[in-house]
């Protein structure tokens, strides 16, 4: 029996438990079940009960419990040996302040860096910091945001890259990549809800280069379905791609829309469920 929690694959049983935690009936589904199948948006402890209860479930999001947030990627980039920018992890304000306040040691790079909160998506927590003066008012919002139970932080290195960004989308096995390219040169993001648009056929060469990079981090993390976002340095003549973050939630307007979308993730489910 296949169970589907996904409102558009239709299977033997089909069960919406959109903004509700599993139920005793939803368990005992899943335990009769020989493949489970999730939504994108699927709660944490729906997917530990298909996961811990079911033998087949789609998609695998066991990297995205197991290394959550900005700073989880980052320690996962650390432990599978995948080049992402250099960065330092903070958990909290006083973590930084016991490193860079109470002694004298300087940041590890010049300005500009990046300063990323731990949370938020499209671009909005992610600031271009220029000075000590500019990171010092992050650092003072990130105090107030701590107070509410947000808690996080990283800084990277800067790596200059003509303003774009190579978004790469696996679903099952099937890959989409596409150029973000963001136009407006006082704004140093490049996510598409931040103005940038898409080119699907420039730079061909380091496209190949990105996708070899994410097949290997599949392979050894199990992800199936996710928007990686890769970025080249403008810098050096034959740049290697570094990872900037999964989206365990992406956009679809570079994949044709929502309709195209869900057209390959049933192709996809159905492949996968083939297999098993």
Known sequence: MIVSFHPIFEADKNIICAGREPSAADLAAIKAAQAVILSQGCCRSLYEAARTNCPNVFPN?????KYPGKIGQIKLF???NISHPATKIFPDIASFQTQYDRAPNPLPWQYPIIFKLDWGG???????VNSTEELQKKLKQTAEFEKSGQTGFLLQEYVPSNNKTLRVVVIGQHLITYWRIQQNSDDFHASLSKGAVIESKAQPELQQKAV???KQICQKTGINLAGFDVIFSSEIDDPEP???EINYFFGRKGLGG???YYKILQEEIRTWLAEI
Not at 61 to 65: G, T
């Open 61 to 65: 999001f066991d990297a995205k419990y």
């Open 78 to 80: 650390r432990k599978i």
């Open 122 to 128: 499209e671009g909005d927590t992610v600031y271009l």
């Open 212 to 214: 070899a990079v994410v």
């Open 258 to 260: 929502s309709e195209a």
């Open 242 to 244: 570094m990872l900037l």
